[in-house]
């Protein structure tokens, strides 16, 4: 079955960096649109990067610049390196994997989900 395992969040001051980390397993993770997502209390989930099977990216407007979403095939995991974080970057991120080649920045594209992990930014 499919399992997502994410890691890295923290408590960091603005302008700081963190990576995070998501580890897939029980699927074919190199066929997979991989995402990240975030949701901040009492705001809805948004999409922040996706990157497809063929290593397209795209990444949120908010994010543009600041974070990077990559991964590693050989190893199952996902990344987001997050840059230059503020204070609004504060949020439980999630992974967040959908089945075929195609995928938008929507929360409902996708198929699983990790249970999220915390980052928190402060002034």
């Known amino acids: 079955q499919v399992q997502l395992v994410e890691s890295g969040g923290d408590s960091v001051q603005a302008g700081g960096s963190l990576r995070l980390s998501c580890a897939a397993s029980?699927?074919?993770?190199?066929?997979?649109?991989m995402g990240w997502f975030r949701q901040a209390p009492g705001n809805e989930r948004e999409g922040v990067a996706i990157?497809?099977?063929?290593?397209?990216?795209a990444d949120a407007d908010a994010v543009k610049g600041q974070f990077t979403i990559s991964k590693d095939n050989a190893k199952n995991i996902l990344y987001l390196q997050m840059n230059n974080l503020k204070p609004e970057d504060t949020a439980m991120y999630y992974c967040?994997?959908?089945?075929?080649?195609?995928?938008?920045?929507?929360?409902?594209?996708?198929?699983?989900w990790g249970q999220g992990t915390q980052v928190t930014v402060s002034s």
């Open positions: 967040a994997a959908k089945s075929g080649l195609y995928c938008v920045l929507r929360p409902s594209e996708f198929n699983y």
């Open positions: 029980g699927y074919s993770f190199s066929h997979y649109c």
């Open positions: 990157i497809n099977s063929n290593n397209y990216k």
